[in-house]
């Protein structure tokens, strides 16, 4: 029973990651209708800008954290005034084709600048442990959880709350009537771009302390993201953290249970669940578009 509890409190971890990772994803193409393959990527920049602040400047990543989410706002905004508004009316095919070319510019300047060796944040507390209830996770990893829990309750704040988040839910409602009152649709892609990059520029430096990164890790992270959105449902929030603990959940009990295959079978079975959702419930576990935290 203690090793079940113990699997279960690595599964939430891994899910409170998954999350924040998918709801940027999430967020990008419930407003946009943009899939951008470009996401797994982002995730690594912002965790080598954590590496590099970490071992040049020695400031510890939860410092650099907000600083890195904002330069991640910079750089999803002007990517989306200068190159993903030319193709968000175009064929999905041409959205596809612009954010894969720029996730493999991104995986070039990352190996280019940091070689394929693989790397981790380290800092004053990354061989603590915490003990919760006699279970027992390290301090990186459940910081990990907390920062992605912080950023998922400011993000649903900003969109529910804010006079920003109500232009942003309006666009992606009805666009025609979002221009008939004034709201500057380009304007609005933009800063919802913006927010999904610095939300996984967020989950970056959270990753960088807690596990080893690369820059060929961009896709498997991406197509992870992508698998949660389908299973949660586009734009929605609660069915987004629902299936990222699912899949958190999964890839750690077969992890624990099933030897020497258990972390690729929990990958793999990510997938399937993808397939089975699909065929049983098309419209993902959360029913519904909606850009915000469903009820």
């Not at 982002?42 to 330069?71: F, K």
């Not at 006699?134 to 959880?145: A, V």
């Not at 907390?146 to 232009?167: E, F, M, P, Q």
């Amino acid at each position: 029973m203690g090793q079940l509890s113990q699997v279960v409190l690595d599964g939430i971890v891994l899910g409170g990651f998954y999350a924040l990772v998918a709801q940027g994803l999430s967020l990008v193409f419930g407003v946009m209708g943009v899939l951008n393959l470009a996401h797994g990527e982002c995730v690594l920049i912002g965790a080598y800008l954590a590496w590099t602040a970490r071992n040049h400047l020695g400031i510890d990543p939860l410092l650099a954290l907000p600083v890195i989410m904002l330069i991640g706002f910079g750089v999803g905004w002007l990517l989306c005034r200068t190159l993903v508004n030319r193709v968000v009316e175009q064929p999905p095919l041409m959205s596809l084709l612009l954010t894969f070319g720029i996730g493999a510019v991104a995986q070039g300047v990352l190996l280019q600048l940091f070689d394929s060796t693989p790397r981790v944040t380290t800092t004053s507390y990354s061989d603590d442990v915490v003990s919760i209830f006699g279970l027992s996770t390290p301090t990186p990893r459940l910081l990990m959880l907390v920062g992605a829990v912080v950023i998922l309750a400011l993000s649903w704040l900003l969109l529910t709350r804010t006079r920003v988040g109500r232009s942003i839910q309006a666009a992606a409602q009805n666009k025609a009537a979002a221009r008939v009152v004034g709201i500057e649709i380009g304007a609005v892609y933009a800063i919802a771009f913006g927010i999904g990059i610095a939300m996984v520029f967020g989950a970056g430096t959270l990753l960088g302390s807690a596990q080893g990164f690369y820059p060929f890790l961009g896709p498997a992270l991406t197509m992870k993201a992508f698998a949660i959105v389908v299973l949660g449902g586009v734009g929605r929030m609660t069915g987004t953290v629902l299936a990222a603990l699912v899949v958190g959940l999964i890839e750690t009990v077969l992890a624990s249970y099933v030897p020497s295959v258990g972390t690729g079978l929990g990958i793999a079975a990510s997938f399937i669940l993808v397939v089975v959702v699909l065929v049983l419930r098309p419209q993902g576990l959360s029913a519904g578009k909606q850009v915000t935290a469903g009820v």
